[in-house]
């Protein structure tokens, strides 16, 4: 479920990015951004993805999600318009972090940002003001376009009715048992052709993986793991020696 990463567009000159998309229906498969991003689904029903967490879309459906975090959107067969609506925000982590450390005012919004990192569903009460606020933002000037985007801020740490959605918990553990379940299959293929020269290819070729998923695979490798891989392949040496 990591999804591929897509890039957001670009708004030279702006520090963050605000598109408004209206299409005949909505088909978006798993993908993540570098950047948070705030998507606000209108006049369609359909269904939201994020991490392990499904929720239905409904009339100002409001979601924020953070910088990788897994997520996909797709409407209904049937919906009661011919057009799906859809407001999306976009901003940087390492900006909106920079902006908070040399804004003390903003440091409420600590909290916002790291829940982000799961999820959060907001209100409609709170979509539809957000709404209210983005109609003209693209008709006005620069520093009123940001003056909006921190008030639009504000007005999600008010919201009430804020749901986190997915379970950090259990994101953790699949990853972790996946990992684990690799190190196994690699362990195990390691002591058993401890007397062979073994390449990547071989290792790739083992767990069914292109070599570089099994590069990839090594920053997640623990050192009290490597260190009993380790020790087995030195216990063998020392049998067959």
């Not at 009460?125 to 520093?143: F, I």
Request: aromatic share 8%.
């Amino acid at each position: 479920m990591q999804g591929v990463l897509e890039r957001v567009p670009q708004r030279l000159g702006m520090s963050w990015r605000y598109r408004k998309i209206v299409e005949e229906k909505k088909s978006y498969g798993w993908h993540r951004h570098n950047e948070y991003e705030i998507a606000i689904h209108r006049h369609f029903k359909g269904f939201c993805f994020v991490g392990h967490n499904q929720s239905e879309i409904g009339h100002n459906h409001m979601v924020m999600v953070g910088p990788d975090l897994p997520h996909a959107i797709y409407s209904a067969l049937e919906h009661d318009s011919p057009q799906c609506e859809t407001h999306v925000i976009w901003f940087r982590k390492e900006w909106i972090e920079s902006l908070i450390e040399i804004c003390h005012e903003l440091a409420p919004l600590k909290t916002l940002l790291f829940d982000a990192s799961r999820g959060l569903q907001f209100s409609p009460d709170t979509a539809e003001k957000v709404v209210a606020m983005l109609d003209e933002v693209m008709q006005v000037s620069q520093p009123k376009q940001l003056s909006i985007l921190i008030t639009i801020l504000s007005v999600l740490i008010e919201d009430k009715e804020t749901i986190k959605l997915a379970n950090p918990v259990a994101v953790k553990d699949d990853e972790s048992r996946s990992i684990n379940d690799k190190l196994e299959r690699v362990e195990g293929y390691l002591l058993k052709n401890f007397t062979n020269d073994i390449s990547l290819k071989d290792l790739a070729a083992h767990l069914y993986v292109s070599e570089s998923s099994v590069r990839s695979c090594s920053p997640n490798i623990s050192p009290r793991a490597l260190a009993n891989i380790s020790r087995n392949c030195v216990l063998i040496w020392l049998v067959i020696s």
